[in-house]
């Protein structure tokens, strides 16, 4: 494991290279932020309730910038994964001893860690200022486990996808379509608490909760109860991907036809 | 003792073949076709511990698929290797403890970071204590001549220094293998030749051997007890580097400039006018039939030299060389 820290702090040491970059692309979440609070706002009013399905305007607007955190920070690996595959750089890591998942889960988990603590000031800045201070600060704990899960989800569909580019040219399609059900069944947008009975069951029985709906609503409501029933729901997702990961990385480590010069 | 061995090694890439224009890859949708491409075929050889062992050909020959299968990192299409007791793409990650990799076209210093940094984690990934890993730097810094480097971000090193810390790198966890993939293409004559000294010094000092991949003859010259050439995936000749020169690379080609203008007449036995201008003239001669010094001292004698500039003859005319001669042509097999 020691090996796998070292990668991960030389990588969020390599994130301060450029860290105006890094800032810059933060800025999103502000306008996300205050797009998010007008849409809601008006909806609460055209309720006329203080409280839709369990869920205030504050606390809706800390469920966004949890959900947005994850979205934004999340480990972006499918593209860097393929390319590695398709320009045969997946060589040059190959030839080291450690796992290449493991080493990519642990430079992309610095960028992601390193993302998400800038979106979350800002974010969380914003929403401060917008409604106020978020509904629980035990929240901000007990989210951290379910954080790390749902990136550690994110990881592994990604480095899937990626993986594909072993027997596809092209991953992309497998990308948009991902992110798409990311947005949806995952309650980027809308927290799932919105949604009729019908879809909401859907989107409960799929992995996409437990990538974003999961962590942040736990962030808005902790209870031991929720936050081991999270977890838990997180863990058998994880080990059902970390399975499926490590059989096509199998499959595809002897399909590897990188050309020499 | 062998540190590599290998027999009948082969390697068939299946590349998809599509017709040009709409229509192919229409047809390419419903019916791809695929055209197998040997890029290595059924090659043996063998490397002493300690050796320093050239590989050269030209671009496509097949080198860098040969390390790769070596390393572990592609799976043969048939053949056996056996690298320091070890199958390659069956035991890949014990292997890498004891090997070094260096490909000239893929850096791997961490580019934002200073080289020293990358060393460090290099200790981690290859499980060196602390203490060990500051003396390792400190000896390969000295050896290298890279101590005045190892803070600068690498993106702010120039080629030739950059690949003095890749190599230096490589070497961090003791070695017993140094597989150094074309170390010096791009470099200038300087740059080259710091960065064959220190390989040359570590080869000796640690007795570590070195497996070179290049289409420099210069690397091999200066560097290799022993070369390999290798042609559309065979080996096409192995023999002492001694006994390359001697026979294949004894025609070299020298440049000069004046700063006057010279007369024409250069003619010394073994040497050949190519090409001959007002201020410079370009000329080949046989080491064999007269020496640098003798073309040097010639050429010199006609008047002020600005520039001059002595090559190789590129490796494709030796490869050339090495097919039309008989001798070789019973070892290669045609």
Not at chain 1, 159 to 183: M, N, R, T
Not at chain 2, 112 to 127: M, N, R, S, V, W
Not at chain 2, 262 to 282: A, C, I, N, P, W
Not at chain 2, 294 to 305: F, H, K, W
Request: aromatic share 12%; with cysteine.
């Amino acid at each position: 494991m020691k090996k796998y820290w070292a990668i991960f702090k030389l990588q969020l040491a390599n994130g301060f290279a450029y860290p105006g970059e890094f800032l810059g692309r933060s800025l999103m979440i502000l306008p996300f932020m205050w797009v998010f609070y007008q849409l809601w706002r008006v909806t609460f009013a055209a309720s006329g309730s203080e409280v839709i399905n369990g869920l205030t305007l504050r606390s809706t607007l800390w469920y966004l910038v949890i959900a947005e955190v994850i979205e934004l920070s999340r480990p972006r690996v499918g593209n860097t994964i393929s390319d590695a595959v398709k320009d045969g750089s997946i060589a040059y890591i190959l030839n080291k001893p450690y796992h290449f998942l493991g080493y990519h889960y642990s430079v992309s988990m610095a960028d992601t860690v390193f993302r998400a603590l800038i979106n979350f000031v800002l974010g969380g800045a914003m929403a401060w200022l917008l409604v106020g201070p978020p509904p629980s600060f035990w929240g901000l704990l007990v989210v951290l486990p379910a954080l790390l899960a749902s990136w550690a989800l994110h990881y592994c569909v990604a480095a899937l996808i990626g993986l594909l580019a072993f027997w596809v040219e092209d991953v992309s399609a497998f990308q948009w379509i991902y992110q798409k059900l990311a947005f949806i069944l995952g309650g980027l947008l809308i927290p799932l608490d919105f949604y009729p009975t019908w879809l909401r069951t859907i989107a409960n029985a799929l992995p996409f909760s437990s990538m974003t709906y999961v962590p942040a609503r736990l962030f808005v409501e902790p209870s031991l109860m929720a936050f081991l029933t999270s977890l838990a729901l997180q863990a058998i997702w994880l080990l059902v991907f970390v399975g499926g990961l490590s059989l096509l990385y199998r499959r595809g480590e002897s399909a590897l036809t990188v050309n020499g010069g | 003792m062998s540190a590599i061995t290998v027999r009948r090694l082969s390697k068939t890439f299946q590349s998809k073949r599509k017709s040009a224009g709409l229509g192919g890859s229409w047809r390419s949708l419903f019916r791809p076709e695929y055209v197998s491409v040997e890029a290595v075929r059924e090659i043996s050889f063998e490397m002493e511990n300690g050796e320093l062992l050239g590989f050269i050909g030209p671009n496509g020959a097949g080198k860098s698929t040969t390390i790769k299968m070596l390393t572990g990192i592609l799976h043969p299409s048939g053949g056996e290797a056996d690298v320091l007791g070890y199958c390659p793409w069956r035991e890949r990650q014990k292997l890498a403890y004891y090997i070094g990799t260096v490909f000239g076209q893929r850096p791997q210093l961490w580019y934002h970071l200073p080289a020293i940094d990358t060393f460090t984690l290099f200790g981690k990934i290859y499980e060196l204590e602390d203490a060990e890993v500051k003396r390792r730097i400190q000896f390969l810094a000295e050896a290298f001549e890279i101590k005045d480097l190892l803070e600068t971000p690498v993106r702010k090193l120039s080629l030739g220094q950059r690949m003095r810390c890749e190599v230096a790198a490589s070497l961090l966890h003791r070695p017993r293998l140094l597989l150094l993939d074309e170390p010096s293409i791009g470099l200038d004559v300087v740059a080259k030749q710091h960065i064959r000294d220190a390989i040359r010094t570590m080869s000796r000092e640690e007795g570590v051997g070195v497996l070179l991949t290049s289409h420099d003859a210069g690397d091999l010259e200066a560097l290799c007890h022993r070369v390999m050439i290798v042609h559309h995936g065979q080996i096409v000749y192995q023999d002492k580097v001694s006994n390359l020169k001697r026979k294949f690379l004894t025609r070299k080609t020298v440049e000069v400039r004046y700063a006057e203008e010279v007369s024409q007449d250069f003619h010394l036995e073994g040497m050949e006018t190519l090409k001959t201008g007002r201020y410079g003239v370009k000329l080949a001669f046989n080491t064999q039939q007269v020496s640098a010094d003798e073309v040097l001292t010639r050429l010199s004698a006609a008047g002020t030299l600005v520039d001059i500039t002595i090559s190789d003859p590129p490796l494709e005319e030796v490869i050339a060389r090495i097919y039309e001669t008989a001798s070789v042509n019973e070892t290669v097999g045609l």
